[in-house]
């Protein structure tokens, strides 16, 4: 996490939890922050972020999905994210 609030600007509100992702148990840290400007029209968007680290004979992934905050994106970010698969 001290990684993440050095360069995520206004890194706010971490937890850490389990879930379960195609089966098998990962740790969630969800967080937010805000977005890099946009170029065309010089605003910034606070966004969410969820970060799913995902282990297996010794190997880790780190996925993290980002998106504005409120927008609703628990179907996508399911999807995604029970996507991962090992193949031997």
């Known amino acids: 996490m001290p990684q993440l609030q050095g360069s995520v600007p206004k890194f ?3 937890k850490v939890g389990t879930a379960r992702r195609a089966g098998q148990p990962v740790v ?3 967080y937010q922050g805000d977005s890099a400007v946009d170029p065309v029209t010089g605003k910034v968007v606070r966004d969410a972020f ?3 680290s995902y282990s297996h004979a010794g ?3 780190d996925l993290t999905l980002s998106g504005p905050v409120n927008a609703d ?3 996508p ?3 995604v994210s029970d996507s991962l698969r090992w193949t031997p």
Request: net charge positive; charged share 30%.
């Open 12 to 14: 706010a509100s971490p």
């Open 73 to 75: 994106n628990v179907d």
């Open 77 to 79: 970010w399911r999807t």
């Open 59 to 61: 190997i880790r992934v």
């Open 50 to 52: 969820e970060r799913y």
């Open 28 to 30: 969630l840290l969800t």
